[in-house]
């Protein structure tokens, strides 16, 4: 916790009008919103059961958020850029106030050109999680540095190849901790384009990664989660991917990922399939619209035994890293937003989450609608 506060005072200090050089730039921005979310609890419904915790049912809440980045060339060959926001939602309704969640998140990323188009890159992420409870199963710290190389071809195209290692705390529950090492490795082509310059009218972009899950807790090796000296539960989580994006006067874009975890746990091993479209488009009186659809469909090598778990557990439906990491559900998100004046922003955006296409006696759904004011300046 103190090195995300460090790490968000340091972005802060940086971004300051009197320590800029000429190379720097900043960004500093502030959304306050009041939203409405029908699933506070992010609560799934099993087909011909009765929930097993009571919910806290549709409410209104507010919503903050601050944020800030800096980034600045080194000489000629390094650059460095630091971010850090602070976000936090209070629910209005007294049966939803365990929800209340206060996230802190920063990041860094330098750059070193080492050899012609050979670039050097380090990076890390530091995200937590503070949710009022009594239920914390969103309650969760990440920390994940990073080094890699990027090699550029030609004018217009670029591999990187990278690595590193994280380190996840569940909060409320340990046996859900886990860390292990990551790799990556990503393929990039802009045509017709230059990638130095950033300008191409199309993008393609493919790639790769695994993150080796070691955890606290021990695996469950048979239906009835019984059995002497049961091995440390592992997962091997596999990402492939790849996207077009058109990227001229407005943004429209399309790909594809497949999910795979190989797990040595009983009912975690899974098959996801993800598909999205995404599109920023300006409209007429200064209006953009940002729009993104992602098709989650999920097969579980295991699933017959999910929901007899969480019924035997008496706990909500899903083990507690469904919602972790992000939804993990199909989304619909739309977002219209208008400048009021210089450094003012006025937006309105709504997001639908859902188990379609996925069947089974599991049923999900979630909607948010916010309404949000922003100030930032950007230099």
């Not at 083990?319 to 210089?342: H, Y």
């Amino acid at each position: 916790m103190r090195l995300t506060f460090a790490l968000v005072g340091l972005t802060m200090l940086c971004a300051r009008p009197w320590a800029r050089a000429d190379s720097d730039r900043h960004e500093l921005r502030v959304e306050l919103g009041a939203e409405y979310d029908s699933n506070p609890d992010r609560a799934e419904q099993i087909a011909n059961f009765p929930p097993p915790l009571p919910q806290a049912g549709p409410s209104p809440l507010a919503r903050l958020v601050a944020s800030g980045n800096w980034s600045s060339t080194l000489g000629q060959k390094g650059a460095l850029a630091l971010s850090g926001a602070v976000a936090g939602k209070r629910f209005f309704d007294q049966a939803a106030r365990g929800d209340d969640v206060l996230i802190a998140q920063s990041g860094l990323n330098g750059t070193l050109r080492i050899a012609g188009r050979t670039i050097l890159g380090i990076a890390g992420a530091y995200y937590d999680a503070f949710q009022r409870g009594p239920v914390d199963r969103r309650d969760f710290r990440s920390l994940t540095p990073t080094l890699r190389i990027e090699r550029g071809f030609a004018k217009a195209a670029q591999i990187t190849l990278g690595g590193g290692y994280r380190w996840f705390t569940f909060k409320s529950d340990n046996n859900f901790s886990f860390a292990g090492p990551t790799a990556f490795l990503t393929a990039r082509q802009m045509f017709p384009g230059n990638l130095e310059r950033g300008e191409a009218d199309w993008e393609w972009t493919a790639g790769a990664s695994l993150e080796w899950r070691g955890f606290e807790g021990l695996a469950c090796t048979n239906v009835d989660c019984t059995g002497e000296s049961p091995p440390r539960r592992l997962d091997r989580f596999w990402i492939g991917h790849v996207e077009l994006a058109r990227t001229t006067t407005f943004l429209l874009g399309a790909g594809a990922a497949l999910h795979i975890n190989q797990s040595n746990s009983y009912g975690e091993g899974l098959v996801r399939g993800v598909f999205h479209l995404r599109a920023v488009v300006p409209l007429p009186w200064a209006i953009s619209l940002s729009s993104r659809a992602d098709l989650m469909a999920t097969h579980y090598w295991n699933s017959q035994v999910l929901a007899q778990e969480v019924l035997a557990q008496g706990q909500n439906a899903g083990t507690p890293l469904v919602s972790i990491e992000d939804e993990n559900r199909s989304t619909l998100r739309i977002e219209l937003a208008r400048p009021l004046a210089q450094g003012f922003e006025i937006g309105a955006r709504y997001v639908l989450y859902t188990s379609f296409p996925s069947r089974g006696s599991v049923d999900y759904r979630r909607q948010t609608a916010l309404l949000y004011l922003a100030v930032f300046d950007e230099r």
